[in-house]
């Protein structure tokens, strides 16, 4: 009987310890100094207000550089590849309440910043689309998104995104016109309307519409002389040139006429000679100024085809005569009528 009472006490006292001294231990939570916390943010490059997402990039990236297989015999990488790991850990358990800060602080810290959360913006699912999208179904993205465009720079990136298909585009800037017209677009914003259109009817409704914001051929040409055209021209050369042909016809001065015509390219390509014939009625209406028509007889002078300059001088000289019988002969109807 005093056996088993003597062994009851010892196996009492033993749970007694258990529950008193050794549980008490183990749940105990780590405890680290202010100086150690403040010490591993310093290791890691980092400031205290970090989120954990920046406290493991830094660990990540410092851990590659001091990495003991890339600095093979290095002591002080080695060193420092250790401090990396136990800075983090300092920082993990200080941070998710498993090891507790022992100190003072003159000031609190503030609170880790949360991550900010961007919010994708239509435009970004927008190109997603076109990108991942084949050519049919390119139309029918740019219509469920044209209600999220609120200007005319929003249609343009709209209509003007990806040009696998032309045809489709111009028939989509063609039906959708009237809305793009309804935002009031720039001079500048037309402009770059007409690098998408190579049809005359769009081209036309695009000077119209220039015209009724009272912007004449010159303030078009501005845009024109400030933006890339080099990608316009390489991509549809002759919709390029009838563009600008029609603000030939358009021009209402000998300088934007030059203006217009330079723009068409390289002054030494035959091309670039054909076109500025073809417009060459409207120039010889214009208004004569002298230094204008030197600069124009000089540009003449710089062409390859010595010829063919011969015969736009002679039907320009022969253009001019005309209109000036032209309004000579109204002049003397007019005087009849009277």
């Not at 010892?10 to 749970?15: E, Q, R, V």
């Not at 941070?95 to 959360?117: F, I, Q, W």
């Not at 230094?291 to 320009?316: C, H, I, M, N």
């Amino acid at each position: 009987m005093c056996f088993f009472v003597k062994k009851f006490a010892s196996i009492l006292a033993a749970l007694l310890m258990f529950f008193c001294i050794a549980l008490p231990m183990a749940s105990a939570k780590k405890a680290y100094t202010l100086a150690q916390l403040q010490e591993s943010y310093r290791v890691l490059g980092i400031s205290e207000t970090s989120t954990m997402d920046e406290v493991q990039r830094a660990k990540r990236t410092l851990m590659v550089k001091w990495q003991p297989e890339i600095n093979a015999g290095s002591s002080a990488a080695e060193e420092a590849f250790k401090g990396v790991s136990e800075a983090f850990y300092i920082i993990k358990e200080v941070r998710d309440g498993s090891a507790v800060v022992v100190g003072t602080r003159a000031t609190p810290p503030p609170p880790p910043r949360a991550e900010p959360k961007t919010k994708e913006t239509w435009i970004s699912k927008f190109t997603k689309e076109m990108d991942r999208s084949s050519v049919r179904d390119l139309t029918k993205i740019r219509s469920r998104y044209l209600s999220q465009g609120r200007t005319a720079t929003d249609f343009l990136l709209i209509a003007g995104y990806d040009t696998r298909d032309p045809i489709a585009q111009e028939y989509f800037i063609h039906r959708h016109f009237d809305y793009f017209s309804s935002l009031k677009p720039s001079v500048g914003e037309c402009a770059r309307m007409a690098a998408f259109s190579s049809s005359d009817s769009l081209q036309d409704r695009i000077l119209l519409l220039s015209k009724k914001m009272g912007a004449g051929s010159g303030e078009i040409l501005s845009v024109l002389e400030n933006v890339k055209v080099a990608s316009w021209q390489k991509r549809d050369q002759a919709g390029f040139h009838r563009f600008l042909g029609k603000v030939m016809d358009r021009s209402t001065t000998q300088s934007d006429f030059l203006r217009a015509a330079k723009l068409l390219g390289d002054g030494s390509n035959p091309e670039v000679l054909r076109l500025v014939d073809e417009h060459l009625e409207a120039y010889s209406h214009l208004a004569v100024d002298p230094a204008l028509e030197s600069e124009f007889q000089e540009w003449l002078a710089t062409k390859d085809s010595p010829a063919y300059v011969g015969v736009v001088r002679d039907r320009l000289k022969s253009l001019r005569i005309s209109f000036l019988r032209d309004m000579e002969n109204c002049a003397k109807a007019y005087g009849a009528f009277r």
